[in-house]
């Protein structure tokens, strides 16, 4: 089922319930807040019995008592759909990709600049957010080509303006689904546990023996890594390093 799905039956139940507690006991009407709170956790116990993932309960919990809270508020409609759609740009359907907007931090792109063959190459990152990994490595490595591609329009078109100024490193817009692993020395992705499997077959069939795929913080299931880097950075990043074409 997908997140989306299992969210929407998942406020539908709590929706139901808090109902029918309204219904039995309309004295909880003077406390819509309160009211509020046990719809949120109803939604979040439903939809963790729904394997949803963690943050979408997390969302379940804050959605209602949220809206409530801005009820009270004295804010003009086209502000809420301002938000909706600047949310809607950066993180595009998430609810279809199961993968959300994760950055790489400086330490992660000194770590993958090691990873590196020596000579010209060519890299490519799998929903490269702002690109800013991209950027750090095609400063170092002039030599080289880089190449990204993200699906959510805002952080697609920073990464593309950032990068205006490499000439070695190119921003696309689109699904990295469609676009062939092969021909790269080294393919990045940071995505989520959700996709992770289906990656590792696309990479099996289509990258050369000697390239490396590597997975910031989400491991291929069932594929030992081979190495595994840990980070010194605050997230205690890892990288799992993978050569699907070897296999």
Not at 36 to 63: E, K, S, T
Not at 168 to 187: A, K, M, Q, T, Y
Request: aromatic share 8%.
């Amino acid at each position: 089922m997908s997140p989306l799905r299992s969210a929407i039956i998942a406020q539908i139940a709590a929706d139901a319930v808090a109902l029918a507690v309204v219904v039995m006991l309309p004295a909880v009407l003077e406390r819509p807040l309160l009211l509020a709170a046990f719809q949120g956790g109803l939604a979040a116990l439903v939809a963790r019995g729904l394997q949803a993932p963690a943050w979408w309960l997390a969302i379940h919990l804050a959605f209602m008592p949220l809206v409530v809270a801005a009820s009270g508020l004295d804010i003009a409609p086209g502000w809420y759909l301002g938000a909706f759609l600047v949310l809607l740009a950066v993180f595009w359907r998430t609810d279809r990709s199961r993968v959300p907007l994760y950055l790489s931090n400086r330490i992660t792109a000194d770590a993958v600049l090691e990873l590196l063959p020596p000579g010209p190459c060519r890299v490519l990152d799998l929903g490269c957010g702002d690109g800013a990994l991209l950027r750090r490595l095609a400063r170092s490595r002039p030599e080289s080509r880089f190449l990204g591609i993200e699906h959510a329009p805002l952080p697609w078109a920073w990464a593309r303006l950032a990068a205006a100024g490499s000439p070695n490193c190119e921003i696309r817009h689109g699904d990295f689904w469609r676009h062939p692993l092969s021909g790269f020395d080294l393919v990045y992705a940071f995505l989520s546990p959700a996709p992770m499997a289906r990656l590792w077959q696309k990479a099996r069939g289509e990258m050369a023996a000697d390239a490396l795929l590597v997975s910031n913080s989400f491991p291929v299931p069932g594929v030992a890594a081979e190495p595994v880097l840990e980070l010194a950075d605050r997230r205690a990043t890892r990288l799992y390093c993978y050569r699907p074409g070897n296999r």
